[in-house]
């Protein structure tokens, strides 16, 4: 079984981060992994996306056609991507941010109001946390502390002072996704 | 042995993976996809007691290449597209000289200066000579970043044992994604190169040279190299199949196309329909021959590709006929989806009689 997970947003919100950070934590939990950036014009003009596969044999495609969990990060990456979801997938969205229209798509969405999560746990602009937490809550078979031990050692020295701040946010969305009912 | 890096970009473990492998020199300037390779090496080569050096121009990188080359040092050059187009001329002076180098190419879309996402498009260039004169390069085509290292690796090793360039024909794909590999260790002492221009004062003169100015001379030139190519289309065909056994029809792709249509064929098997994977890792010399063994019990092969059909022709050369061969294509920097190449898959089998 492979899951293909893409993280979608502005350049600057940390999609790459995200997406690497998954990465790492799969890759701890004893999944095989590819993680593909968009390095394109897209990246350079301020949308950004990355792509995460992971599963338990050699994985096949890095490009994920019909994503089993896309996290949305801007209304821009919802209107792009949220239709491509498979049916039984989910979208993990910034509710702060992206105020769809519901019903639209085929897949589950799962809104968080990760701006605000964020800004609870000292600096709103780490909502990118709150989603990745979601995530590994919803998604249930990537430890939290596989994402910390990533986290840790991922982090640029540059934001170390985030750091308490980014686990918190992993916390918070975790709860979110753990019982998505609790969450709309 | 080997050691455990957990995920290195495609980029980053090749150039890890030359390292190792000896190379102690790298010539080029900068492009993307690929500028991962020489980031690394300025980073890393001084440090192991190797030159790194960022040329004027591709032309200037290549020749440095050759000069490297001809002084017995494990020398490679990494550029894409349109920096490869400026090597050429230089890659058939080395063939020629009988220069032992390794030259990594991540393609990008092109013609002209093109884009700056994935493709396909320097198939023809690679493996029919993409510069002057009767020669060829072995091409090597990895598809996933474990295979990019254990390749990049074993390049300068076959680039020694035939005294020919070596390229490795990737694509940004491959260049800018991750995986969690494995890098072997670090060769030991390398056998001296008893043609190498190492400076005088070791008996007779030794000279490196493409010109050969008298017909029969510059002939048994080229009947010589030939010869090497003939030892390489024995020794040194690779490819990877992938569920042909029982298969109806094939998908024929080669580098990045292949794990995409790998899934695609995954997804086609879960559907019902008998369909495998034809993967030429080796594009020159090319596995005609196991095409050939397996086109006689196929219904059909589809070929794939990131470009508008190069490869597919030394598909048909292998096939001979013996089974109708197809094409798909997306070029410009687009990359098929598994779902695109599923509804090819579903289109040609149900048109199977």
């Known amino acids: ?184 | 042995m080997t050691e455990s890096m957990g995920l290195m970009k495609g980029n980053e473990a090749m150039a890890e993976a030359a390292l190792r492998a000896g190379c102690r020199a790298y010539f080029g300037y900068p492009i993307t996809p690929q500028n991962e390779i020489p980031d690394y090496m300025a980073r890393r080569l001084p440090k192991r007691g190797g030159i790194f050096l960022q040329a004027e121009s591709e032309v200037a990188a290549i020749n440095m290449v050759y000069g490297a080359g001809g002084a017995g040092v494990r020398v490679m050059t990494s550029s894409s597209s349109p920096g490869i187009s400026l090597m050429q001329e230089g890659l058939s002076y080395i063939a020629c000289a009988e220069i032992p180098c390794v030259i990594i190419n991540m393609v990008r879309s092109g013609p002209g200066l093109g884009g700056i996402l994935p493709a396909q498009g320097d198939y023809f260039q690679a493996t029919k000579g993409g510069g002057h004169g009767d020669y060829k390069l072995l091409v090597l085509a990895p598809s996933t970043v474990q295979e990019a290292v254990d390749i990049t690796y074993e390049a300068f090793d076959l680039a020694d044992k035939y005294r020919n360039p070596v390229m490795i024909l990737g694509d940004g794909l491959l260049g800018q994604m991750m995986e969690s590999v494995r890098l072997p260790k670090p060769v030991g002492y390398l056998e001296e190169k008893p043609w190498a221009t190492t400076g005088c004062g070791y008996g007779e003169p030794r000279v490196i040279n493409s010109l050969y100015i008298e017909g029969p001379i510059m002939e048994e030139r080229i009947r010589r190299i030939f010869r090497k190519y003939a030892q390489m289309e024995q020794d040194e065909v690779r490819w990877e199949e992938y569920l042909t056994e029982d298969a109806e029809l094939l998908v024929a792709a080669y580098g990045s196309t292949a794990r995409i249509a790998k899934t695609a064929v995954a997804r086609a098997r879960d559907k019902g329909m008998a369909i495998g994977l034809f993967r030429p890792i080796s594009l020159y010399p090319f596995p005609y021959g196991k095409l050939r063994e397996l086109a006689g019990r196929l219904k059909g092969i589809l070929t794939v590709e990131m470009s508008m059909g190069q490869m597919v022709e030394d598909i048909k050369l292998g096939v001979e006929g013996a089974c109708p061969v197809s094409f798909y294509g997306r070029a410009g920097g687009m990359i098929p989806t598994p779902g695109e190449i599923l509804t090819q898959i579903e289109a040609m089998w149900s048109r199977l009689p």
């Open chain 1, 1 to 184: 079984m492979e899951y293909g997970i893409m993280i979608a947003g502005f350049g600057g919100q940390g999609v790459l981060f995200t997406g690497r950070l998954l990465a790492e934590a799969a890759l701890l939990s004893g999944y095989q992994v590819t993680w593909y950036p968009s390095y394109g014009p897209e990246q350079r003009g301020g949308t950004c996306n990355c792509s995460v596969v992971i599963g338990h044999g050699p994985i096949g495609s890095p490009v994920i056609d019909r994503p089993d969990y896309l996290l949305i990060l801007n209304r821009p990456s919802w209107e792009r991507f949220a239709h491509d979801v498979d049916a039984e997938g989910y979208v993990i969205y910034n509710s702060d941010v992206v105020k769809p229209s519901l019903g639209e798509i085929s897949g589950c969405p799962i809104p968080i109001p990760a701006s605000e999560l964020a800004a609870e746990a000292g600096d709103e602009r780490v909502a990118n946390m709150v989603l990745f937490g979601a995530f590994l809550g919803l998604f249930g078979q990537i430890p939290t502390d596989h994402a910390q031990r990533s986290l840790r050692s991922l982090i640029s020295p540059k934001y170390e002072n985030l750091l308490n701040i980014d686990l918190k946010c992993i916390d918070l969305g975790y709860g979110y996704g753990k019982n998505p009912k609790d969450s709309t």
